[in-house]
């Protein structure tokens, strides 16, 4: 079958995009085409200006319009505080709770030497400067419950040893709301494991 | 639990096959070559998803087609119908429960428990520690999800420790010595979990085996399995020692590039009245030990999942002299639905016949009552 050019360049430029395929590509390209000019010129606006005017924050890393982002701008903030999480999609999934105050720090991944990932190739090191910088009283360590996200914590945690500051874990184990009966073994298993004294 | 009929078509050398089956003992009888091991193929697709001897699922599409499928009707408080099909050109496997199509093998895996007996089970007791350590993770893992879980964080540690590891001999770069540190405290606190359910497996399972093993043979010998941890797990403080070993061994670990420490180097030592059963043991006392494993196995899950496994038996008469097998038959009935291949249907006149059964006979994949 022959496409028009065009429009294959465009499936192939979609589709190289995370969580879309082939037939996903070609419906978006499809799509876009019987869309009037405005709506993608809108579109292409809003991406280019995307790459153009968002940077990272020089002090968390987070995703900003400036040199600092809101967040380490804002006189609101406790300044007392830094969380440290993986991406900064993490830092969205953490302020819609409202529950947390405090600062950032973007690691921009975690530690996985098969994927060649060391220690070096994360903003480890920038966080240690902080620390003195900012009066930081406490570390909270907000990391996957995986095997790469605990290890990368537990290192960072060796790291704070030396200096006088609080490092705390995110808590693990069963969502909220959900009956204990519904929830998977595996997840039960771990809060057990990870239980707390109460008294 | 209870398999009440399966469907089979294109699946291996059956075309069309359709077997009703009894809640009791399943005698299936055929030659060489008739297609009796494929039944109990069939039954472990529709309890795990998973082919029985890990063979490619485009070896069991009958010559020539385009796709296999199975399915099953399962018994217990409800019923259960479970399809599976594999599609060659596609090179996809779909499996359904109740007409809905499930995605993860996870998710099925427990809900319709299955014992095995079939002939790799000689490396269990024959073959290195591998095959042993394997036995039991698979046992815990039908058990505990969270041991399951744990065994995924434990394996992907490991890997990751071993290219750290690698990457410290080839670059020489200290600084990578506190990220070693760092993987070491993951390996130590999954790998604690992981020796402590190890610990409490082999204590419990020891009086399994025990009574399994003293049904098949009345003489006095007694079975037994000790674990052998690469950590000394003796006192409270698995932990403690697991991270000294690792101290121990470090310069070590760094000039191989190998994890030298850890459940992953755990052996379990089958004995006989106390003499180690792969040094010492006769060719009739491993077999009895294998067969009393599965036996043992069936009832610890039973136990555990309060749900009673199905027992797929494969061929296992051949090689048992008549008092084992007698022995053997005798047990049969305390377990539940089970399915036994066999090729020679004299024998089965002198085991055991006025139990609940029913004798299948399979003919080039066709199926006829006895």
């Known amino acids: 079958m022959i496409i028009a050019e065009p429009l294959q360049i465009a499936i192939d430029e979609l589709s190289k995009l995370p969580s879309i395929g082939k037939k996903t590509a070609q419906r978006l390209a499809l799509h876009l085409l019987k869309s009037d000019k405005q709506t993608v010129e809108a579109l292409v606006k809003s991406l280019v200006e995307l790459k153009e005017k968002i940077t990272f924050c020089r002090n968390c890393f987070n995703i900003s319009t400036d040199e600092l982002c809101d967040i380490c701008k804002s006189a609101k903030r ?27 720090h973007v690691l921009g991944g975690v530690l996985n030497p098969l994927a060649n990932v060391t220690a070096d190739k994360l903003k480890i090191n920038e966080l240690l400067p902080r620390i003195e910088k900012e009066g930081t009283k406490e570390i909270i360590l907000a990391l996957n419950p995986d095997a790469e996200g605990d290890t990368t914590a537990l290192f960072i945690a060796r790291l704070l040893k030396s200096y006088h500051v609080k490092v705390t874990r995110i808590a693990r184990g069963l969502p909220i709301g959900g009956d204990l009966e519904f929830a998977d073994e595996a997840t039960i298993g771990r809060a057990f494991l990870g239980r707390i004294i109460v008294q | 639990m209870v398999l009440r009929q399966i469907d089979l078509t294109n699946f291996r050398l059956h075309r069309k096959t359709t077997i009703n089956f009894s809640d009791g003992i399943n005698y299936i009888i055929g030659g060489n070559g008739q297609g009796k091991t494929t039944i ?5 697709y529709l309890c795990t998803t998973k082919n029985i001897n890990a063979a490619a699922d485009s070896d069991v599409v009958s010559f020539g087609q385009e796709m296999f499928e199975a399915s099953g009707d399962f018994n217990e ?50 073959g290195g520690p591998s095959d042993r350590r394997k036995f039991v993770d698979t046992v815990i893992s039908q058990a505990s999800q969270t041991y399951l879980r744990l065994l995924i964080d434990y394996n992907k540690t490991l890997k990751q420790r071993t290219n750290l590891l690698l990457q410290i001999r080839e670059t020489g770069n200290n600084r990578l010595l506190e990220q070693l540190n760092a993987w070491s405290e993951s390996l130590v606190n999954a790998g604690t979990e992981i020796i402590k359910h190890r610990k409490n497996f082999v204590n419990e399972f020891n009086i399994y085996i025990k009574e399994a093993y003293n049904r098949i043979m009345t003489d006095k010998e007694e079975p037994e399995i000790l674990y052998e941890s690469s950590v000394n797990t003796e006192t409270q403080t698995i932990e403690e020692n697991f991270k000294s070993a690792l101290l121990n061994e470090r310069d070590n670990e760094i000039r191989r590039a190998v994890n030298l420490v850890g459940p992953h180097r755990d052996e379990f030592i089958f004995k006989i009245n106390g003499l180690e059963l792969r040094r010492f ?11 009393s494993l599965r036996f043992g196995e069936f009832f610890y899950l039973k136990e555990k999942l309060g749900k009673t496994p199905i027992f797929l038996m494969d061929d296992i008469f051949g090689e048992l002299d008549i008092y084992r097998a007698s022995k053997i038959s ?41």
């Open chain 2, 40 to 44: 109990l193929e069939a039954i472990y």
């Open chain 1, 78 to 104: 406790d300044r007392t505080m830094i969380c440290v999480v993986e991406e900064a999609s993490d830092i969205i999934a953490i302020e819609k709770t409202n529950e947390y105050n405090g600062l950032y």
């Open chain 2, 330 to 370: 005798e047990y049969l009935p305390k377990v539940g639905q089970t399915f036994i291949t066999m090729t020679d249907l004299t024998k089965l006149d002198d085991l055991n016949k006025k139990e609940n059964r029913l004798v299948i006979i399979i003919e080039q994949g066709k199926a006829s009552y006895a």
């Open chain 2, 77 to 126: 408080l409800s019923k259960d119908h479970t399809k599976i099909v594999f599609d060659l050109s596609r090179n996809k496997k779909f499996y359904y429960l109740n007409e809905k199509a499930v995605n993860s093998s996870a998710s099925v895996i427990g809900r319709f428990p299955i014992v095995v007996l079939i002939q790799s089970d000689h490396a269990i007791t024959l």
């Open chain 2, 281 to 291: 043991g006769s060719q009739g006392q491993h077999k009895t030990f294998q067969v």
